[in-house]
């Protein structure tokens, strides 16, 4: 059977986690079941423990520290050393039913969808191309502040467009 997620991203400060966690109640409440991955190994305060968590494999501190690397920088690091090592989502994930919904939290950093071909190889790993064969859909979130600017309005939804053209799953915005 197929197992189904949502890859909750967008720029930093979006509310990609207060998105999840609100997910993550309102499946609670209903009795059904979650299975909430957090993929941001700079994240540090959770509404709900994450089932599976980046920063048990690799956190963005230590890289910054040992590897003499930048936020950016770090964080690109990470998600290559996960691509290393996608037996740690496999394990974890490839066990579930299709009863639960696989949430997966982003970082903010927009660059992973829409420049470098990171978040498109975890992806298509997570999806039926790869191991996992997930049903995947993207939701893309914008704070509601880029509707009054235009210029930002125009810049976030063509990092939306962006990722929705990297990724080649389903893909919701959210503003």
Same mark, same amino acid.
């Given at each position: ?22 997910? $993550? ?5 209903? @009795?059904?079941?979650?299975?909430? $991955? ?15 968590? &980046? @920063? ?6 230590? $890289? ?11 964080? &690109? ?18 066990? !579930? +039913? ?15 969808? +829409? ?8 992806? @298509?790993? !997570? +999806? ?23 210029? @930002?309005?125009?810049?976030? +939804? ?8 990297? !990724?080649? $799953? ?6």
């Amino acid at each position: 059977m197929s197992k189904f997620g949502v890859l909750v991203m967008g720029p930093a400060g979006a509310g990609k986690s207060t998105f999840c966690s609100a997910l $993550v109640q309102h499946l609670r409440n209903n @009795k059904r079941s979650c299975f909430y $991955v957090n993929l941001d190994p700079a994240a540090e305060d959770f509404a709900y423990e994450p089932d599976l968590d &980046i @920063k048990d494999l690799i956190s963005l501190e230590d $890289v910054m520290e040992e590897m003499g690397l930048g936020p950016n920088g770090g964080l &690109i690091y990470c998600f290559e050393f996960l691509l290393e090592n996608l037996d740690f989502l496999t394990e974890a994930i490839d066990p !579930l +039913t299709e009863e639960y919904l696989i949430i997966i939290d982003m970082p903010g950093q927009i660059e992973l969808y +829409t420049h470098i071909p990171i978040v498109p190889t975890l992806v @298509k790993h !997570l +999806t039926r191309f790869g191991a996992l064969n997930v049903n995947l859909c993207a939701a893309y979130l914008l704070e509601s502040t880029f509707v009054v600017d235009r210029a @930002k309005y125009f810049a976030g +939804t063509l990092s939306a467009m962006s990722a929705m053209i990297m !990724l080649e $799953v389903p893909h919701v915005n959210i503003l």
